[in-house]
């Protein structure tokens, strides 16, 4: 089953712009990750942020975590054409497990 | 480096035809995972193997087998392939301790 959901499903936004994204989840995780997935290819590990973090950057990427709405934000700000992918946000709930559970994706859109 | 090396990239099956998916990876990574990604569902975990000499089942391992080789190499089997199987089918590997996977491009089955 699904553990982490993605919204918006789909977003187009014109380059320059910022590109939000959520992720929801339900059970209590030891990290979140997100992930990129280019049309017809694998996917891309963005990155990683643990259930104790509430905050972490890397290049244009911001993601958010907040344990209490169970919920995660990806922020890609500046987006080039380059961005266009699907985005998912997947949860590793720990215990000994090592299984990650992925969402459905955001399907972003980059208009040029 | 190579990473995650899937193999074949394209197959076409009949009904209650067998086959097998390779996947290898050079990254000297104890743990190996088999997804499958179909629209609208995002990647579901078939089998997973923790470290060299153990397989667990994923969400949805029925009508599948796996085989972890050695340290590099987790094979996919489909014993009695079936329309539903129709799928493209990811292998990545991951660190153990952080849970990051690294995808390979994946197989693209269709069962006809």
């Known amino acids: 089953s699904q553990q982490g959901e993605e919204d918006p499903q789909a977003l187009s936004i014109q380059e320059g712009e910022n590109a939000t994204m959520n992720c929801s989840y339900k059970?209590?995780?030891?990290?979140l990750q997100w992930y990129r997935q280019n049309s017809g290819r694998g996917l891309v590990h963005l990155i990683l942020?643990?259930?104790?973090?509430r905050e972490k950057h890397s290049g244009r990427l911001r993601v958010t975590l907040d344990t209490s709405k169970k919920s995660s934000s990806l922020l890609i700000t500046a987006s080039r054409a380059a961005d266009t992918a699907s985005y998912f946000c997947a949860t590793n709930s720990g215990a000994g497990s090592y299984q990650l559970t992925f969402g459905k994706g955001t399907k972003l859109s980059v208009i040029p | 480096n190579a990473g995650v090396t899937q193999t074949p990239k394209f197959q076409v099956l009949k009904t209650g035809q067998s086959m097998t998916l390779q996947c290898a990876q050079d990254m000297n990574h104890n743990s190996m995972y088999w997804y499958r990604q179909d629209p609208g569902m995002g990647l579901r975990l078939i089998y997973y193997?923790?470290?060299?000499?153990?397989?667990d089942k994923g969400e949805v391992p029925n009508g599948y087998n796996v085989s972890r080789l050695n340290k590099r190499e987790f094979s996919l089997r489909l014993e009695s392939a079936a329309p539903s199987q129709t799928s493209v089918y990811f292998c990545?590997?991951?660190?153990?301790?952080?849970?990051?996977?690294?995808f390979g491009e994946g197989s693209r089955l269709t069962v006809l």
């Open positions: 193997s923790a470290s060299e000499g153990t397989t």
């Open positions: 990545a590997s991951s660190v153990i301790t952080t849970g990051e996977l690294f």
């Open positions: 059970t209590s995780i030891n990290n």
């Open positions: 942020i643990r259930s104790n973090e």
